[in-house]
């Protein structure tokens, strides 16, 4: 099997929402997303997704993908798309960095893997662990009314995880907490996500003034220095996310106990292939993680899903249900949401296919 053609669409992702709005004044409604699809010789098409949220949020770029690929296609024609770690290699050494370019053809690389194996993509990531995956719903930030509201709504369509976005100044944020937290249930699970709007010191006065509360600080401080002093001295599990970008980053955290859970954003780390090595580091480790990404559609949604769903049910925090976030769906086969737990098919490979009614015209193509 050969990779013989290369074609890259973009589209536009409408919130669903009013704004999803986050710490540092930070708000979208328009997120642009990159769907790249692998011919081989054989007929067979892989298809791989990745959205930015936003140019501020992690080192990606949406705009900045086409210009990438153009130095990593080549590298790739010709290549046997089955041969992942080859396939990341052949990446690394086209272009340094840009981990979120390579994620969009590693997981294309793994759909054509499952569908060649006529397998779904979880089995080969070790096999269907949790047949059912619980969600996380992201409560936007806003005012204290709006968000009791929509934390309301989420609930009564059956979510139990919540992951309450924070940022304003410290003492609003607490008051914000405690306000919101009067609603908290025995079996839900709770995560104040700061994306490192705050000092460290105003992370230690919020998590010792709110000790009593059973949630996770969701990277409090941008530093990760000041994460790992707030994750000793404060009253909270911390889970880190934007300062791990690296194996190399999850594996100082772990040797510096500076996290008591992670999240795994698939892209960031550039795809399956090296986030399913940071996944079995963090099982070993007995470190829980959401496994996710920064935004997209159904095919993204069903990328990390294989790989939540082949992770040991003990070390699952939650994963989430992106393609759900937008009124624009690029795919058609994305996971099934019931009741605030997610499901996937038997189909082999990641389980989707592009929508190329919605997708329209290629915006590049490469070919042998």
Request: glycine share 8%; aromatic share 6%.
């Amino acid at each position: 099997m050969r990779i013989e053609r290369v074609t890259l669409h973009t589209a536009e992702l409408q919130y669903a929402g009013d704004a999803y709005a986050f710490a540092g004044g930070r708000s979208y409604q328009q997120f642009t997303s990159s769907v790249v699809t692998l011919a081989t010789v054989e007929g067979i098409e892989g298809y791989g997704e990745v959205c930015p949220c936003g140019p501020s949020y992690m080192p990606a770029f949406a705009k900045g993908l086409p210009a990438c690929l153009d130095q990593l296609v080549p590298a790739v024609l010709g290549q046997d798309p089955r041969q992942t770690v080859a396939i990341d290699d052949v990446m690394e050494q086209a272009l340094c960095g840009h981990a979120y370019a390579k994620a969009a053809i590693d997981l294309a690389c793994w759909d054509l893997l499952g569908k060649a194996a006529g397998l779904p993509v979880y089995t080969l990531l070790g096999g269907l662990l949790n047949d059912s995956m619980p969600l996380h719903r992201i409560v936007p930030l806003a005012d204290p009314e709006t968000m009791a509201q929509t934390l309301d709504t989420f609930r009564a369509e059956g979510y139990r995880h919540f992951q309450i976005k924070l940022g304003h100044a410290m003492p609003e944020d607490r008051a914000l907490l405690r306000r919101l937290a009067t609603s908290i249930q025995p079996e839900e699970t709770w995560v104040g996500d700061v994306n490192g709007a705050w000092r460290r010191d105003e992370a230690l006065r919020f998590s010792r003034a709110l000790a009593e509360l059973d949630i996770y600080l969701e990277q409090p401080c941008a530093d990760y220095d000041a994460c790992r002093s707030v994750r000793r001295h404060g009253a909270h599990p911390v889970k880190l996310d934007e300062s791990l970008n690296t194996l190399a980053d999850v594996r100082r955290a772990m040797e510096d106990d500076a996290m008591d859970a992670m999240a795994l954003k698939v892209s960031k780390f550039g795809g399956l292939t090296r986030s399913r090595v940071i996944r079995d580091l963090c099982v070993d480790a007995g470190i829980p993680m959401t496994i996710e990404d920064a935004w997209g559609s159904g095919i993204a949604t069903a990328a990390y899903a294989h790989l939540a769903a082949s992770t040991p049910t003990r070390c699952l925090l939650n994963t989430t249900d992106l393609h759900r976030y937008n009124t624009t769906q690029l795919a058609h086969g994305a996971p099934d949401v019931q009741q605030g737990r997610m499901t996937l098919s038997e189909r082999p490979g990641l389980g989707v296919e592009p929508d190329l009614g919605r997708l329209g015209e290629p915006v590049r193509q490469w070919s042998v």
